[in-house]
């Protein structure tokens, strides 16, 4: 035991299969000890939770720091620095940044200005201004025109760590029902019913010319460079049979059980929005986090768009779903997340693990409070 070693203790402790009374003792930013006793000193931790750090792979949060109003830009280090911020204050100590590749009817321009954002997470983390620990999840709109060349510098030059493919083109996907999109995009875009209606008839011109040839080389690049993909809103057979295909590791969003049911049959990671999980249903009229998790084919969840649903969703997965005991339902925000990725060093409580952690005092039928986060064993939260 050295003066730079960290015991929490008096903690539940969430281990990958079970919840255990005890402490855990930190060395060199790893952990080197579980245990169910200790007379070390340390954090008291009263029984609150201890439990991995999260996971996030999906979270579109940074640009609403980056573009709070429609044409504002605020400063893209101080962007980084407040969604670090809120990210660590959720639990999250691993965080894939979501930016975007290329312009689409979505983008507010933002597609044209990832680099300005992979850059000051770059220099953030060079300058040691961050709390979590940051990579890039590149999404490619497939039917963006310009999708591929926008998307290659990131692959080809490592930048990115986690590709998803993805395609809103209305009348498929995230949006099978036109009236569910028309009600989305009216609400958002300010456009007449006219202005929509010709908005969707380019939209699908725009797949029809660029989808295929666009997925097809992004895939290639991806393999070429042994980066992660995902595919995202999965919603037939015959899309499945695609991201089998093409190799993929991770169903984003699947929209229907039978795409769902398809990818964890065939080995690929089921992930879905903790938002979901939470409200109650999909926002889009899609199928429910907790309808698939009853299933059995849940197997990672994301914060998606409000960063603290991660871990209320962990927390109240349990409750909403009597077979999933919390070890399980941690692991789909920690552990699960973590090897989807690649990450082997994270995501579990475990002798020789990253000790990353979080403390967390949570009570049946209430919101979760995170009261500690440690990366590597120093506290950031």
Not at 77 to 96: L, N, S, Y
Not at 253 to 279: D, I
Request: proline share 5%; aromatic share 4%.
């Amino acid at each position: 035991m050295t003066d730079t070693d960290l015991v929490l203790k008096n903690a539940r402790i969430v281990l990958p299969d079970a919840v255990v009374e005890g402490a855990v003792v930190v060395q060199g930013g790893e952990i080197a000890a579980v245990e169910t006793t200790t007379n070390a000193a340390g954090e008291d931790f009263g029984g609150d939770y201890l439990i991995p750090g999260l996971v996030e792979l999906h979270t579109d949060h940074l640009e609403g720091h980056y573009a709070p109003r429609p044409g504002v830009r605020w400063d893209p280090v101080a962007a980084v620095q407040a969604h670090d911020a809120q990210i660590a204050g959720c639990g999250i100590t691993t965080v894939f940044d979501a930016v975007r590749a290329g312009a689409d009817a979505d983008s507010k321009d933002l597609g044209h200005e990832t680099r300005t954002l992979t850059d000051a997470i770059a220099s953030a983390s060079r300058e040691d201004r961050l709390r979590a620990d940051h990579f890039i999840h590149l999404r490619c709109e497939i039917s963006a025109v310009d999708v591929v060349d926008a998307a290659r510098p990131f692959i080809t030059e490592g930048v990115a760590s986690l590709v998803s493919i993805m395609d809103h083109t209305p009348g498929q996907r995230q949006f099978v029902h036109l009236d569910k999109f028309r009600e989305y995009y009216l609400g958002k875009s300010g456009m007449t019913e006219a202005e929509l209606e010709e908005f969707i008839a380019e939209r699908r011109r725009q797949h029809a010319q660029c989808a295929a040839p666009n997925r097809a080389e992004i895939v290639r690049l991806c393999h070429e460079s042994n980066i992660v993909i995902a595919s995202h809103d999965d919603a037939t057979p015959a899309h499945v049979d695609e991201a089998i295909a093409d190799d993929v590791a991770i169903a984003e969003f699947p929209t229907t059980v039978e795409a769902a049911k398809a990818s964890h049959g065939a080995g690929l990671r089921v992930l879905m929005g903790a938002p979901n999980l939470v409200r109650g249903g999909s926002h889009s009229g899609n199928v429910s986090a907790a309808e698939l998790a009853g299933l059995g084919v849940l197997d990672i969840m994301s914060s998606d768009y409000v960063p603290f649903s991660l871990l209320f969703a962990a927390f109240m997965l349990p409750e909403r779903v009597e077979a999933i005991d919390l070890p399980t339902a941690i692991r789909t925000v920690t552990e699960t997340p973590a090897a989807a990725a690649g990450l082997t060093d994270r995501g579990a409580i475990r002798p020789g693990l990253r000790a990353d952690l979080v403390r967390v005092r949570a009570t049946p039928g209430a919101v979760p409070v995170v009261k500690g986060v440690w990366l590597k064993g120093q506290r950031v939260a």
